[in-house]
């Protein structure tokens, strides 16, 4: 079974928990440790649940160095992109410590990596201004009786494709981007840079464009796959809760879909979603686009 809570989303910080079985992954570590305490606290768990932290980018809001340094202090493994590696090896003395110690793992562009015998991911570029930047499909082992979940994670992304939507189809759970309304981004005191920056292809994805994404998954999916639709990433300035619920909620009524919809805060960590196994048969995944990784934490 998966169990899914997002720790906290948006510009001010980023981190969510996803437990198979006994293994805890973290993904991203935009937060200090006390904040991801405290946030693991209010769900009912702790560090010590905390088995990987999986990068998804290196800008500044989805690592924080006091975090990567209590990583090194709990011997923690850190699994990011290369270049990821790269360029926290210039900036990041706790990154460092981390290597040094030999806790860095790496992935690769679309190879599967075995995180632990409950967890198998797959990385996806997408297209945003800190290169590169990955989604992540996620998927359990087949149980005795054919069985698995699988879960999508898109939090930084300026466009989407339909190769992008041939990715995550049938995923039980879907986290995505709903960053801004467009006409509260232009009619925004932000500067005519930043609008442009979060408007652009390499900046992250309207209400708009996100319903629209869901709109295509949903589309080639099978009814009734997905669960769950969790709402990433909202802009404090521009953007409201209620306007990213109106554009998902119209989607799915417009396609007969029934999934819960659930809007992740900056302030506070979402309830646990659950999603227990389904038949393999009714989930397509993906083609391997090249050899899997073999290594495993735990």
């Given at each position: 079974m998966l169990r899914f809570s997002v720790l906290a989303s948006g510009s001010a910080g980023n981190a969510a928990l996803l437990q198979a079985g006994e293994f805890g992954l973290l993904i991203d570590a935009g937060l200090g440790p006390r904040q991801i305490a405290a946030r693991l606290a209010s769900i009912g768990s702790t560090w010590e649940s905390v088995h990987l932290v999986l990068l998804t980018h290196t800008h500044g809001d989805h690592w924080r160095e006091r975090t990567l340094a209590h990583m090194a202090r709990r011997q923690i493994p850190l699994c990011c992109h290369p270049r990821h590696a790269d360029t926290l090896a210039t900036v990041s003395d706790a990154f460092l410590k981390l290597q040094k110690a030999g806790l860095i793992r790496t992935f690769e562009r679309d190879a599967e990596v075995r995180l632990h015998h409950s967890l198998q991911c797959k990385p996806v570029e997408v297209s945003h201004d800190s290169t590169p930047t990955f989604a992540f499909r996620f998927w359990g082992p087949e149980d005795l009786f054919g069985e698995t979940w699988s879960l999508g994670f898109l939090s930084d992304l300026g466009c989407w494709s339909p190769a992008l939507v041939d990715a995550f189809r049938n995923v039980g759970i879907l986290a995505l981007e709903f960053n801004h309304d467009e006409a509260m981004e232009r009619q925004s005191l932000r500067s005519?840079?930043?609008?442009?920056?979060?408007?652009?292809?390499?900046?992250?994805?309207?209400?708009?464009?996100?319903?629209?994404?869901?709109?295509?998954?949903?589309?080639?999916s099978t009814p009734g796959i997905l669960q769950h639709l969790v709402q990433l990433h909202l802009s404090r300035d521009c953007n409201k809760p209620a306007l990213a619920l109106r554009a998902a909620a119209r989607v799915c009524a417009e396609l007969a879909a029934a999934p819960k919809i659930h809007t992740a805060s900056q302030d506070v960590a979402s309830p646990i979603l659950t999603l227990e196994p389904l038949s393999a048969s009714r989930i397509n995944e993906v083609p391997q686009l090249v050899p899997a990784i073999e290594w495993s934490v735990g």
């Open positions: 005519a840079e930043l609008i442009e920056r979060v408007l652009g292809d390499f900046g992250h994805l309207s209400n708009d464009q996100a319903a629209a994404f869901l709109s295509s998954l949903l589309r080639t």
